[in-house]
């Protein structure tokens, strides 16, 4: 499966954004799937993840309360709505899927997509 992130852009803080991840090559309706952020510097870190069916989600603390992650299995897409955005969310956001284990790892998470840029200004 190949996925594209895009919604990516320049916003001041307090602003929202969505980010959407486009899964193609075949259906991803079985998978788990997540949202990861690197910024300059720093290691990939967790930002949220959802089960296969949306019934279950996962947040870092950090963005818990102002992130929403969503997916619609006929479109095969998962979405980010990130609300009350801050300059500590500047990153590069990725959308991956779920392999195994635990949620909140990145080592458990394939088939990286091209990251899209989120840029927070004060």
């Known amino acids: 499966v190949q996925l594209q992130a895009s919604g990516g852009g320049l916003v001041q803080a307090g602003g929202s954004l969505r980010l959407s991840c486009a899964a193609s090559g075949r259906t991803f309706s079985s998978d788990g799937m997540g949202w990861f952020r690197q910024a300059p510097g720093k290691e990939r870190e967790f930002v949220a993840a959802?089960?296969?069916?949306?019934?279950?989600?996962y947040y870092a603390d950090s963005v818990k309360g102002r992130f929403t992650i969503s997916r619609d299995n006929a479109k095969n897409t998962v979405y980010l709505q990130m609300n009350s955005l801050n300059p500590d969310d500047t990153a590069i956001y990725y959308c991956?899927?779920?392999?195994?284990?635990?949620?909140?790892?990145?080592?458990?998470?394939?088939?990286w997509g091209q990251g899209a840029q989120v840029t927070v200004s004060s």
């Open positions: 991956a899927r779920r392999t195994g284990g635990g949620y909140n790892l990145p080592s458990n998470f394939g088939s």
């Open positions: 959802i089960s296969w069916s949306g019934s279950f989600t």
